[in-house]
Every structure is written in structure tokens, then in C-alpha cells.
């Protein structure tokens, strides 16, 4: 104590002190101890601040805590510290502010500001990272100040960035929502704001796939003109695909795709730059003459009448060059695209024979 009448008014109970008082020592001991020897479970020690106001209102600072310290220069500057606002001071609905502020780079920043609605970290928009830990990750959380960017398992290097490191098959990321009807209940909404106000966005959802637990994997865009989203793919949750624009879309071209075995979609090219290999073809009008036009209904189709060729039979044949065969290697689709080349060969061979028979 640096008065005696201080010193005075501490030694007995309940002692108050009217005026600033500052408690020094020349050593790394404790300045100011408070201790409690209540046995009982409630709180002590405590260490009360109050603001006694004649006259409250709104955003007065009620209480500051400050931790000070000297420079190289021997200069007395604030590392930090912790204000207390009561931004509302009305009975019954009293509302508070914490402000944490702490000095970088020679200036005071705020570091974390509470208020009743929200916390904020780095309100004054410093070049500052936010980084939290996980007990396997030291960046399970990470939030770079500077660069605008969230990783999370990882330092980002895109605006959002996310990482699980393990081994085997690893779940990065799961988006559910609870809905017990069968409407579409998760979306992920991708999409761009422009300057003038308007925005094109597309959307992924977990759409119904047939009532029930089914669900489906459905991508759509939004209709500008109408402002709404509109479906253009479902991915079934039996594999079955929809693209409900490739029926209505229509072209006078020939067909060019082609479905592989695993699934893969591919272009059907005629162009000799996809070809090698080349030569003439020796399968013609013997070998047509051997097939079998019928007519059939699918299994998968009803009541429709079908006429084609059967695939077995082409591969009997000998024409295996337009027989498509599945993973087992049995004779599956043809390609009768491909065998106009065998009704060419055909029609060149009887022609041979038409002109034979005229200059006979």
C-alpha cells in the first residue's frame, strides 16, 4: 500500500477504500491474494467489480480489466484487456457486451466481442487465423484471416477446404436433414451472385426415388425466367438413370452412343482417325443369307412389337464383329449400326452377279 491510511482501513472487516490505491512488490509473489476459508459448496473466493451509476444507460462500460507492461524503449503500453458493456440497461431485459482487445502490431485489436446475440472473433477484420485443435488434428478447424479461406482437417487452399486423413474408405462429409415424407429433403446449392443482383445456381438433393426409405441422388438448375429449379438428372437408388430433356430433345443425326459393360457412356465415332487396322471386308451375302429376321416383344417392355435379328444367331453366324458380348463373354446386343457394311457388301456382291447376268 503506498498510504498508511490505507493500510489502516484494511484492518478490520468489511474494510473499504475511498480513494486509488496501488499495491507493489519487488519480487515475482502474488500482488493481491483472496482467499476463502467458507466450508460450505458455494462460490469463494470472489472478486466483485461493480459500477455504482446515479444515473445507467445503454453502452456504458461498466468494467475493465487491463494487463500493462513496459516496451524496449521503456515505454508504457496495454498487451490487453477484457471491457465490460452493459448495452442494455433496462429493467427485466438487461443485455451485456464482453469485449476481448489485444495489441498487434503496435495497435489495439479486438480479438473477441460477445455481445447478447452473437460472439465474434476478429471484428476488426486483421490479417488473424482462427484455428482450432482436435486431439489428432492441429488444424481440425482453420479459419486464414489473410487469405479468406475455411479448411477443415487441413490449411485451406481454396475457399472451402476439407481433409480425412486415414486409410481405407474414408467418409469426408455427411449432409442429412430429418424428413419423414417423401419430398426431397437435403439440398447442397451451388452457385454464383453477380453485381447486379441476380444469381445462377444449381442444386443436389436426396429426391424421392419411388415412396418409401428409397431415395435418389437429383440434380437440377435453376429457370432464370421463372425462378424456380428444374430437374436435369436422377440417379435412382436402384442405378437406373433419368435425364428427363434426352426424350424431348430431339435431332434428325444418327444414334452415337454407345453404353459399355461397366456402364460407361462413349461416343460412337466412323472417322479413319479412331480407326486402324483397316482392310476390306470378306463377310457379305453368304453370310446374310444365314440370319434370321424375327419379330419379339422385350422383357422389360410389354406388349410392344420388336423386329431385329437375334444376337446368338449373328454369332452362329460367324459375324462376331457385330456382336456385343457381356463380362461372361456371351453374345449380349449388336451393333446394327455397324451392319450396314455387311448389306453394302451384300448388294455389291448381287449386283456383281446382276451385271454377270446381263452380259452373259
Not at 431415395?215 to 438428372?233: I, K, P, Y
Amino acid at each position: 500500500m503506498t498510504r498508511a491510511s490505507d493500510t489502516a482501513r484494511l484492518l478490520g472487516a468489511g474494510a473499504t477504500i475511498l480513494d486509488g490505491t496501488t499495491i507493489s512488490t519487488a519480487d515475482n509473489t502474488a500482488q493481491l491474494t483472496l482467499t476463502s476459508t467458507d466450508a460450505d459448496g458455494s462460490r469463494g473466493p470472489q472478486l466483485a467489480l461493480t459500477r455504482t451509476s446515479a444515473s445507467p444507460a445503454d453502452n456504458d462500460l461498466c468494467g475493465v480489466l487491463k494487463i500493462n507492461g513496459k516496451n524496449d524503449a521503456a515505454e508504457d503500453f496495454e498487451l490487453g484487456e477484457i471491457v465490460f458493456t452493459s448495452t442494455d440497461v433496462s429493467n427485466g431485459s438487461e443485455d451485456s457486451k464482453i469485449t476481448i482487445n489485444g495489441i498487434v502490431a503496435g495497435a489495439s485489436a479486438g480479438r473477441l466481442n460477445m455481445t447478447p446475440s452473437e460472439a465474434v472473433f476478429n471484428e476488426d477484420s486483421l490479417d488473424i487465423d482462427f484455428r482450432v485443435e482436435s486431439n489428432g488434428n492441429a488444424n481440425m478447424l482453420f479459419v486464414d484471416g489473410g487469405n479468406d479461406r475455411v479448411g477443415i482437417g487441413i490449411t485451406p487452399s481454396t475457399t472451402f477446404d476439407v481433409l480425412r486423413n486415414g486409410s481405407g474408405v474414408q467418409t469426408v462429409a455427411n449432409f442429412a436433414a430429418h424428413n419423414y415424407g417423401d419430398a426431397a429433403a437435403t439440398y447442397i446449392q451451388i452457385g454464383t451472385e453477380y453485381t447486379d443482383g441476380s444469381s445462377r445456381i444449381g442444386s443436389i438433393n436426396n429426391g424421392d426415388s419411388g415412396g418409401g426409405n428409397t431415395s435418389a441422388l437429383v440434380f437440377e438448375t435453376m429457370n432464370t425466367t421463372a425462378g424456380s429449379f428444374t430437374e436435369r438428372m436422377r440417379i435412382r437408388h436402384d442405378g437406373r438413370v433419368n435425364i428427363p430433356n434426352a426424350y424431348t430433345e430431339t435431332t434428325g443425326n444418327s444414334a452415337n452412343l454407345f453404353v459399355d459393360t461397366d456402364g460407361r457412356l462413349i461416343r460412337a465415332t466412323s472417322s479413319e482417325r479412331y480407326k486402324n487396322t483397316i482392310t476390306d471386308a470378306t463377310h457379305g451375302l453368304t453370310e446374310l443369307l444365314k440370319l434370321r429376321s424375327v419379330t419379339y416383344k422385350g422383357n422389360n417392355d410389354g406388349d410392344t412389337v420388336f423386329g431385329g435379328l437375334i444376337a446368338e444367331e449373328v454369332h452362329d453366324a460367324g459375324l462376331t464383329e457385330f456382336v456385343q458380348y457381356n463380362t461372361d463373354n456371351q453374345p449380349d446386343a449388336l451393333a446394327y449400326g455397324n451392319m450396314v457394311s455387311l448389306c453394302i457388301k451384300a448388294i455389291q456382291e448381287l449386283s456383281a452377279k446382276v451385271t454377270a447376268l446381263e452380259n452373259a
